[in-house]
């Protein structure tokens, strides 16, 4: 059994404008193994995106980690990074043991700054001998099926495909232990998609990179390359449980309702029926008392009202919060 | 419609702000010569006399009543920046809105001549046509003012049609059965309205400045006083050096003051009708 | 009988002035839609189907080729405003933005007022009143909720709810639903769906999905057309499509998209 690469306790980070409160991410608790890739997925609004920032400790106010702590092993010891700066994250950090892929490389790309500039700033601000980092990208492009010619021209002058393969390529530069991919996928083209995909598989295959915790919206993505899923809902999280698992028997009413929303061109779904889920999302500065999907849950019960069901291991390696499932619901 | 499009503009304190300056300067402008009824142009033997009972602001080297020709001279300037305004709001939503309708070679032929008027150097212009005439009146000033001052109004109404016309709503309108002309009256012009309104305080606000500019160097209005043609006797006059201060400082507050809240007025619209510059 | 006949249609944009340059978007595509049939156009951004919606709902008139809707020719044999009235009625469309199709100066049920324009019969105000709550009720709406709200104020579910209760009032005899899904969540997604199947059964209304999301043209339609740089490169029913693609980049396309019941071989 592996060990956990990055340990989230009790985080709560929520936006804190003028007069009230978004609680984006509230008390999450997992884990991310050594050689995993966890899929997390949620609908918008459900906090996904925050949960991104606060492993990469990417805090800009209004966001503020108001309660609990991430741990990150570095050199065999576990580093509280949530207790350190942004600043401080970001030098130790950032690049070098964990990176960001963002949903568009044109956020993380100045369009009229060369690329080759980006591995050059990299090189700098890790005290890295500019050429060797240089010869290290060429290759690197090469591997990502990127002419390396392409370090030397400006972002805009490549696709969108292209372009998300360059973020890739430079992201995962210095061997980074995890790789944060935030929606990397959604703004391509199907066929670029698969090409993305495996280009990410491959760098976990070959030890480019340790474990990739990948946030989409698209459950079918997820059941393609990731290990372990897990499902948040309004700040919370869901269930958490091997993908296989998940689409063969999900436990939570909500994953069951996402999963049932899924259309993909397979005849099961044409059996199955697509179904949906009543209401819309809860607004995060006055969540809904006990469980937050009880509004919209077809089997609410009268405790899901007045209690918030913890996150609870019922069987091997699959958590859930719901009190379906748990002995609290007499 | 309108009412609700506005509405918010009144809880915005820069807006309240601008707006009440310039009001008062508007009102200063038609009602402060009826009721401080002194000829600005009558001359006294009164001269250059520092502000007094008789003269509240002081009178010139020939012996001019300094608040009269204040009042007037704001009624004048407000008149030539809504004159100029007028006239580059309207022919700006000519060519804006002919290009983005017709596309094809009369939008090509319209921004080319758009471009044209745009690059060129405006003021100059102005001081060219200004030169040739010896005679210039008012209205003449705000004419040849209106007439440069338009081209970036019509290039961004071009745009923020094309991207109008382009959206949804209004292909559903069309496929309601929608004209022409009431496509252009309910779903395109209020989409403009505000950037229209907007643009037009800056306008005014671009025809008193190009005013005062084209006065002090004596190209101004040969008939009538502005703000400008007042600074520009005081100059002539060596007001500034001999300390004569009642000359020159009121007429500088008051253009200082209508173009601030001016600035003022259209940056608060902006704040209120981009969503994106709004302090939340 | 066929609904809709496109006979070797194109379009054909020219851009730039000095250097024209044509861009051909849409070339040469001939299909058949039949009455209470659902069809999709699949295809990439710049595949061409959009231009295709838009000929096809009299938005843009094509370089070349046939529109036959109802026996009428809809370019050359709609001549008066009556018979562009019915044809609007009887063609009408859901856009993909629930957010663009809105004009944000309106309280949102000025979509339904505008349906009543097309409508042969006058209505009084209270009427169309009525008409236009029961339609919202007919899309799962309260009218409470919904009239006198402005656009911003309702979500994207309740917008493209909205829109489809317009077609409930003109009741057309087909519909072109351009990406009617994709900008809104997954969860309401399969009810945004529903309510189009449901004015097909009880109105027999035909239906044409424009869309890049092969699952959900797999899902809804009768027969999928998948198009590509302008042209039709495949035409069959969803299964053949799907399972047994015979173009090379239907292939490509179904061998790309990523399944929830079985991994992709090849990643």
Request: positive net charge.
């Amino acid at each position: 059994m592996s060990e956990s690469l990055v340990k989230i306790e009790n985080i709560r980070a929520y936006y804190k404008l003028k007069n009230r409160e978004v609680k984006a991410v509230d008390n999450v608790s997992f884990e991310i193994m050594e050689n995993e890739i966890i899929g997390v997925v949620g609908e918008s609004g459900c906090g996904k995106s925050t949960l991104s920032n606060v492993l990469l400790n990417n805090i800009i106010k209004p966001l503020t980690i108001v309660g609990g702590r991430v741990l990150f092993k570095s050199n065999g010891e576990y580093v509280e990074i949530s207790s350190l700066t942004r600043e401080e994250v970001r030098e130790r950090f950032w690049g070098k043991e964990m990176s960001l892929i963002p949903q568009s490389a044109m956020n993380a790309l100045m369009p009229t700054i060369k690329l080759s500039k980006y591995v050059e700033h990299l090189a700098q601000s890790h005290g890295i001998p500019k050429n060797e980092l240089l010869k290290k990208a060429r290759k690197r492009f090469e591997d990502v099926d990127l002419d390396p010619q392409w370090l030397n021209r400006y972002p805009f002058e490549l696709s969108g495909g292209m372009r998300q393969r360059a973020v890739i390529a430079i992201a995962t530069l210095l061997n980074p232990q995890l790789l944060i991919a935030d929606e990397p996928t959604s703004a391509l083209d199907v066929v670029n998609q698969k090409v993305f995909l495996k280009i990410l598989l491959e760098m976990k295959r070959q030890g480019i990179v340790k474990s990739i915790i990948f946030v989409t919206h698209d459950i079918a993505t997820i059941r393609q390359i990731a290990d372990r899923m897990l499902v948040m809902y309004a700040g919370k999280i869901m269930e958490i449980s091997p993908v296989d698992k998940i689409v063969e028997k999900p436990l939570n009413p909500y994953t069951e309702g996402l999963l049932n929303s899924v259309l993909t061109p397979e005849p099961e779904i044409k059996k199955r029926g697509i179904t949906t889920i009543p209401g819309t999302p809860p607004n995060l500065i006055e969540p809904p008392s006990g469980c937050r999907f009880h509004p919209r849950c077809p089997k609410a019960m009268s405790v899901c009202k007045e209690k918030e069901p913890k996150l609870v291991e019922i069987e091997p390696q699959r958590k859930v919060a719901c009190f379906l499932y748990s002995e609290e619901r007499a | 419609m309108f009412k609700n499009m506005f509405k918010p503009l009144f809880k915005s304190k820069k807006f309240i702000i601008g707006l009440s300056i310039v009001l008062f300067f508007i009102l200063l402008g038609i009602f402060g010569p009826m009721i401080y009824r002194v000829d600005p142009t009558e001359m006294t033997w009164d001269m250059e006399q520092a502000p007094s009972s008789t003269h509240p602001l002081g009178t010139d080297t020939y012996g001019r009543d300094i608040l009269a020709q204040l009042l007037y001279g704001i009624r004048s300037s407000l008149y030539v920046g809504f004159l100029a305004a007028l006239i580059s709001l309207v022919i700006g939503t000519i060519v804006g809105t002919f290009s983005a309708v017709r596309r094809g070679i009369t939008d090509d032929l319209l921004m080319s001549f758009t471009n044209i008027v745009l690059t060129t150097p405006s003021i100059l212009i102005a001081i060219l046509i200004a030169s040739y005439l010896d005679v210039r009146s008012i209205e003449m000033i705000a004419v040849i003012l209106g007439l440069f001052q338009w081209p970036w109004f019509a290039r961004a109404i071009r745009a923020q049609l094309m991207s109008v016309l382009s959206r949804e709503y209004v292909y559903l309108s069309k496929m309601a059965g929608y004209g022409d002309f009431r496509l252009i009256v309910e779903d395109l012009i209020p989409t403009i309205a505000t950037y229209a309104f907007m643009s037009f305080v800056l306008f005014i606000n671009g025809g008193i400045m190009g005013e005062a500019s084209l006065s002090l160097i004596g190209l101004g209005p040969t008939e009538g006083i502005s703000l400008g043609t007042i600074l520009q006797w005081s100059v002539m006059m060596d007001a500034i050096r001999r300390g004569l201060w009642w000359w020159f400082v009121p007429p500088g507050i008051a253009i200082v003051a209508v173009t601030a809240s001016l600035l003022i007025i259209s940056t608060a619209m902006d704040e209120v009708f981009n969503p994106k510059l709004r302090e939340e | 009988m066929s609904r809709l006949v496109v006979k070797n249609l194109s379009k054909v944009f020219s851009i730039g002035f000095l250097a024209r340059r044509n861009v051909e978007a849409v070339k040469n595509i001939s299909f058949e839609v039949k009455e209470k049939e659902i069809i999709s156009l699949v295809g990439e951004s710049g595949s061409g189907k959009s231009t295709t919606a838009k000929m096809l709902l009299r938005l843009i008139h094509p370089t070349s080729g046939k529109i036959v809707f109802e026996g009428k020719d809809i370019w050359n044999d709609i001549k008066t405003n009556q018979e562009l009235k019915e044809f609007r009625r009887n063609l009408h469309a859901v856009f993909q933005d629930p957010f663009a199709s809105f004009n944000p100066f309106y309280p949102v049920e000025r979509t339904m007022w505008q349906a009543f324009r097309l409508m042969d019969k006058e209505y009084s105000k209270n009427e169309a009143l009525e008409l236009i709550k029961d339609s919202l009720v007919k899309v799962g709406l309260d009218p409470k909720d919904i009239l006198g709200k402005y656009p911003h104020q309702i979500s994207g579910g309740q917008k493209q709810r909205i829109m489809i209760a317009r077609c409930w009032l003109l009741k057309p005899k087909f519909i072109i639903a351009d990406e009617p899904t994709s900008m809104i969540d997954a969860s309401s997604r399969g009810g945004i769906i529903k309510l189009l199947l449901k004015l097909r059964e009880e109105q027999g209304t035909s239906i044409m999905f424009i869309t890049h999301d092969l699952g959900l043209a797999y899902y809804v339609s009768d027969r999928i057309l998948v198009m590509k740089e302008g042209r039709i490169v495949e035409d069959g029913n969803p299964d053949d499509v799907v399972l047994n693609p015979q173009h090379e980049y239907t292939k490509i396309l179904v061998g790309s998209i990523p399944k929830l019941y079985r991994k992709l071989e090849d990643i």
